[in-house]
């Protein structure tokens, strides 16, 4: 992650991804340079994705 990057909350990064910019709320984020992968996510208890 670069200097000065804000990561939304309830967002997750993926191990390995360099993050350039700002990751936005609810959202998963992987690569390099990292790109959203999926966004306006729901998470449960214990980290487990919403499918809807």
């Known amino acids: 992650m670069l200097p000065s990057i804000e990561i939304g909350d309830g967002s997750t990064v993926a191990a390995g991804s360099v993050v350039a910019g700002n990751v936005p709320p609810r959202s998963i984020v992987a690569g390099h340079p990292a790109v959203i992968i999926l966004s ?13």
Do not use: P
């Open 40 to 52: 306006d996510i729901e998470i449960e208890a214990y980290g487990r994705l919403v499918r809807r």
